[in-house]
């Protein structure tokens, strides 16, 4: 049984591979519909999902000026590999594309400072500091526990509370960026436009325009419809079918 499974493994990464490739090939001779299709392929057929993928994908349908196809697999890859500097360098200049300018409103004070500190490495870099953390802590420990001089046990405590202390901080950054990404529900709107109303119906009043490519956050589900908020803060109900969430 085991056989078999490692064999399918290997025959998906190859084909995998090959579609990869194929796109790569296309993109570098500027067939750029073929080489969306292409990776379309790899995440339809395959089920494989890597940052490069949808890097390379996202580049593809900038290339073809299809603005909201490019930032949502920009986005993609940010998911997962956050804070790529490649990734985020194509999303600004894609970004420009878009007609809507929604502003961000700055966090302030002490929420703002928690925000910077937890938001320097993503959930999974903070677990294996941890891991690496508390792994010099056992060391400490152990040194502690053998060391025969007084000076020496005392630099091994010392070194053991310090340990703890940011142990504690990279567990609760690490937590604290787990829960944010679970929570974290952004959408790229794909019609050319939308109508975001003050309710979740046909009949409410539309509030304010959104094109393509503009990014938001969704925050209720409500049958078809989704409320989402902007960056600057502003609320609102819009059609599911007219976004499309990246996570």
């Known amino acids: 049984m085991k056989n078999i ?12 591979a090959q579609s990869f490739e194929k796109g790569n090939a296309m993109y570098q001779r500027g067939n750029y519909p073929e080489a969306v299709q292409a990776y379309e392929a790899v995440i339809k057929e395959n089920k494989q999902h890597s940052a490069e993928l949808y890097f390379n994908l996202a580049n593809s349908y900038y290339k073809m000026n299809k603005v909201a196809p490019a930032i949502y697999n920009y986005e993609k890859a940010l998911v997962l590999k956050p804070h790529d500097p490649d990734v985020l360098n194509n999303l600004k200049f894609a970004k420009k594309l878009t007609i809507d300018e929604i502003k961000e409103v700055p966090k302030v004070g002490f929420a703002k400072l928690i925000q910077n500190f937890t938001g320097i490495f993503d959930y999974n870099t903070w677990a294996k500091i941890s891991v690496a953390i508390g792994f010099l802590f056992l060391l400490s420990f152990i040194g502690y526990y053998f060391s025969q001089l007084t000076l020496t046990k005392r630099i091994y405590f010392i070194g053991m509370f310090i340990l703890l202390v940011v142990l504690a901080l990279s567990i609760s950054a690490g937590m604290s960026e787990k829960s944010h990404f679970d929570n974290d529900r952004p959408a790229i709107v794909f019609a050319e436009l939308s109508e975001v109303r003050s309710e979740p119906q046909k009949g409410g009043a539309a509030i304010f325009l959104l094109h ?10 409500l049958g078809k419809w989704r409320k989402v908020e902007l960056t600057d803060g502003t609320e609102g ?6 976004i499309k969430e990246v996570k």
């Open 5 to 16: 499974v490692y064999l399918f493994l290997l025959i998906t990464q190859f084909f995998f």
């Open 212 to 221: 393509e490519g503009a990014k938001v956050y969704v925050t209720e589900s």
């Open 237 to 242: 109900w819009l059609d599911a079918e007219t």
